[in-house]
Nanobody, 123 residues
């Protein structure tokens, strides 16, 4: 599978963005999917993950209640709806595919990374 992320941009604090990650290949529905982010000078961190069926999700604490991850297996796409954005959410956001949500949560054994999309939140 190959991943193509889009939807980043510049938004004011309190605003919203929706990121999309389109996957090629016929095995998309067999992967757990996730979003990570990397701010300048910092490590890449887990943001959100979703199981292959879409029924179970995970979030890092700082985005719970503001971000929602979802997937559409018919469209081979995973989304990240980001609301109430804060300047500290500014980062390059990456989508990723792994065999399990556990692997996504720890950022280990990621099978595929998408290219990043820049999200900038101004104060």
């Amino acid at each position: 599978v190959q991943l193509q992320a889009s939807g980043g941009g510049l938004v004011q604090a309190g605003g919203s963005l929706r990121l999309s990650c389109a996957a090629s290949g016929r095995t998309f529905s067999s992967y757990a999917m996730g979003w990570f982010r990397q701010a300048p000078g910092k490590e890449r961190d887990f943001v959100a993950g979703i199981g292959w069926s879409g029924g179970i999700t995970d979030y890092r604490g700082s985005v719970k209640g503001r971000f929602t991850i979802s997937r559409d297996n018919a469209k081979n796409t995973v989304y990240l709806q980001m609301n109430s954005l804060k300047p500290e959410d500014t980062a390059v956001y990456y989508c990723a595919a792994a065999r399990s949500r556990a692997q996504l949560r720890v950022g280990a054994e990621i099978d595929v990374w998408g290219q990043g999309t820049q999200v900038t939140v101004s104060s």
